[in-house]
């Protein structure tokens, strides 16, 4: 069975602190890995696709990365509109399975 | 980018009554689309999956005959939920992808059913 964990749950950083969001997984037959942000009251909105190790996708203050084993999400010197909660999503042979996410919160 | 909408974002029904949510791709077909159902500080779970022309294909433990899902057309499905009860209350939202499998879904903005 396909598996994807998130850590942390939750990262609350000062604006300006950079850091990184980790997404692992277990998935037979990798058809790609998906980042989507969440704001609250909202449906998931589409970030980055990876498909192989070693890839890595940017935008504005984030990038990123994949492995055979796990996905980081870095985050640049974040502002306070970067506050949400990030997902994480794998397509295998059988479906999408998602985490439960990372709630970002960045302070003031 | 793609864009999917949903309608209502929100709505508060009695106990009893069927309540339906539609779900559209504005700019492109959608042979297939997607049904998910989130709980607060959960994951997404996937509910059904609604295809065009054809019956829907629900996940285990989703019962079919509550939650109707009709897929009329290429950019339209929608999912009634029939005879609501309080334990129905959640955060209903619907997807789509504009290729393959391995390409990325598509989010509408999510209902949030509350059934008093």
Request: charged share 20%; aromatic share 10%.
């Amino acid at each position: 069975e396909d598996q994807v964990t998130q850590s942390p749950e939750a990262l609350r950083l000062q604006e300006g602190e950079s850091s990184s969001l980790n997404c692992s997984y277990t998935v037979s037959g990798l058809r790609g890995l998906f980042w989507y942000r969440q704001d609250p009251g909202k449906g998931p909105e589409f970030l980055f696709t990876l498909y192989s190790a070693g890839e890595e996708k940017e935008k504005e203050r984030l990038k990123a990365t994949l492995t055979k084993k796990e996905s980081f999400l870095h985050i640049t010197a974040p502002k306070p509109e970067d506050s949400a909660t990030y997902l994480c999503a794998v397509a295998g042979n059988e479906k999408l399975t998602f985490g439960t996410g990372t709630r970002l919160t960045i302070i003031p | 980018g793609a864009v999917v909408s949903q309608h209502p974002s929100w709505v508060i029904c009695k106990s009893g009554t069927s309540v339906k949510i539609e779900c559209r791709s504005l700019d492109f077909q959608a042979t297939t689309m997607f049904w998910y159902r989130q709980f607060p500080k959960q994951s997404l779970m996937l509910m059904a999956t609604s295809n065009e022309g054809s019956k829907a294909t629900y996940e285990q433990g989703v019962e079919k005959d509550k939650f109707l899902i009709n897929h009329a057309s290429l950019t339209l499905s929608t999912l009634t939920v029939t005879s609501a009860h309080p334990e129905d209350s959640s955060f209903y939202i619907c997807s789509a992808r504009r290729g393959g499998s391995d390409s990325p879904l598509h989010f509408g903005n999510g209902t949030r059913l509350t059934v008093t």
